[in-house]
């Protein structure tokens, strides 16, 4: 079965730096992969996605991922962090293995927190 | 707005209390989806539909039960609850027709309180 890890329950960064948030995946054959974002009492709002092609994925507000297929990895990426990228983040793989469903299977959600 | 419109967003209901969640999208989308989310625990998936049938049931106590009528809408009875139901409460659409290199659309959820 597809499954997926988020390492770190948070992440803390400065305004301006650099940020990453990490995950990890297992599959049988090519990943489907995804970033979610969820804000306070929302639900989740879709960042990106790796389908095939280009090994680095650009999204929405400015955030990017790297597939790594030797490490089985998909960081989220972001040059320059925004106190207002303060959220949690949900790195997802498609399931195929319910048939023709395809779900996505969650990592726990890291928690990324950006301070002034 | 997203696409995926939850109601209500807020429901608090005593143990012996039925009620229902309700969950629209007119994305076009033809396959559905509940979603469990508490404090400190991942995303827990409860139900997908596909093409109004029910495909998939986690496990899920009979004290929730789906419905789904046609492929904008679904719904989850919630009946004699436990306080452990209190969560967040997402609902989710995607598009499985066309292959599965797309994500889903999520609504806001319902923010459920058990008492």
């Known amino acids: 079965a597809q499954s997926v890890a988020q390492p770190e329950d948070q992440v803390n960064v400065a305004e301006g730096n650099p940020l990453t948030v990490k995950c990890t995946y297992s599959?049988?054959?090519?990943?489907?992969l995804f970033w979610y974002v969820q804000y306070p009492n929302r639900g989740l709002q879709f960042l990106l996605k790796y389908i095939t092609g280009d090994n680095l994925v650009k999204g929405s507000y400015g955030f990017e991922a790297e597939f790594n297929k030797s490490q089985t990895s998909f960081h989220l990426k972001k040059p320059s962090a925004l106190v207002s990228d303060s959220a949690l983040y949900f790195c997802?793989?498609?399931?195929f293995g319910s048939g023709n469903t395809g779900k996505l299977i969650f990592g726990q959600g890291t928690t990324l927190q950006v301070k002034p | 707005e997203t696409g995926v419109t939850q109601t209500p967003r807020h429901l608090v209901m005593g143990m012996t209390n039925k009620k229902s969640l309700k969950c629209e999208q007119h994305?076009?989308?033809?396959?559905m989806y509940w979603y469990k989310q508490s404090a400190k625990k991942p995303l827990e998936l409860m139900f997908v539909y596909n093409f109004k049938e029910q495909t998939e049931n986690n496990s899920v106590p009979s004290r929730f039960s789906p419905e789904c009528p046609n492929s904008s809408h679904l719904f989850l009875h919630l009946h004699t609850l436990q306080p452990e139901d209190s969560a967040l409460y997402l609902c989710?659409?995607?598009?499985?027709?066309?292959?599965f290199g797309y994500g889903y659309t999520f609504g806001s959820g319902t923010r459920l309180t058990v008492v």
């Open positions: 599959v049988s054959g090519n990943p489907y």
């Open positions: 994305l076009g989308h033809n396959a």
């Open positions: 997802a793989v498609r399931d």
């Open positions: 989710a659409s995607s598009q499985e027709s066309t292959g």
